[in-house]
């Protein structure tokens, strides 16, 4: 039992330098005007990039990191994600930590190649996202571990697979996020597991860009869509 305070206990259990420590506490507290002698930068917006076709592609952009503290303490604390879903994906290597702090949701084509990865700021102040991937593979969480599900249900980002998998455990369905809004991540799934698009769903953002695709996925597949929000209809491939 140790004494200290907060920005103590950030900086141990979270690995955080004595500047990030306070500035991340001071920023969870509402306080964003914490520099007195410097031009204040204001709370960044999440940020997503995608690698464009005519740049080098490279599967992860920072090395991977020893420790995954942050992207534990983030996962479980923040976004309240089960701390045994979180610690079963690290431990299989599904999820990691890269030297600049970010979470790591790894990628795989049907070999078990690493083909890119889905990152996250673990940093709320300050939000990013990056998704590497372009051969049309998934961050996948697969419940039941059977070779050939029968069904699927696509996501737009890494935690939503996980927050949607947290809820229902006992889903029989094969859960990919599509790190954005990506009909090649549904149109390749679809393809390797030999899964039906009557037996797939889209759940997407309710928000214009999730609508849209979700529109798009209904008129050209033939895939039911429904919006991540309270709709009962969200349990069909539950």
């Known amino acids: 039992n140790k004494g200290g305070n907060a920005v103590n206990f950030a900086m141990e259990v979270l690995g955080l330098e004595y500047r990030q420590a306070l500035e991340d506490l001071l920023s969870f507290n509402g306080y964003t005007d914490f520099r007195s002698h410097e031009t204040v930068t204001p709370v960044q917006t999440e940020k997503q990039e995608q690698p464009t076709e005519d740049e080098p592609h490279v599967i992860l952009p920072n090395e991977l990191d020893s420790k995954t503290n942050r992207t534990y303490a983030y996962l479980t604390k923040t976004r309240g994600i089960p701390d045994d879903i979180v610690k079963s994906l690290i431990d299989n290597g599904s999820i990691a930590q890269d030297i600049r702090g970010n979470a790591v949701f790894k990628i795989f084509d049907g070999n078990g190649e690493l083909t890119g ?122």
């Open 117 to 238: 990865a889905e990152l996250t700021s673990t940093n709320t102040s300050h939000r990013f996202k990056q998704t590497t991937e372009r051969g049309g593979n998934g961050f996948t969480i697969n419940p039941t571990g059977t070779e050939k599900p029968q069904k699927v249900i696509f996501f737009e980002a890494g935690i939503d697979t996980m927050s949607y998998y947290a809820l229902h455990r006992d889903t029989d369905a094969l859960l990919v996020s599509m790190g954005g809004l990506k009909d090649k991540v549904v149109n390749t799934t679809l393809e390797r597991y030999g899964i039906t698009p009557a037996n797939a769903l889209i759940a997407t953002d309710n928000d214009e860009a999730g609508r849209n695709f979700a529109q798009k996925m209904q008129e050209t597949l033939g895939i039911s869509a429904h919006q991540l929000t309270d709709d009962p209809l969200f349990e069909l491939c539950g």
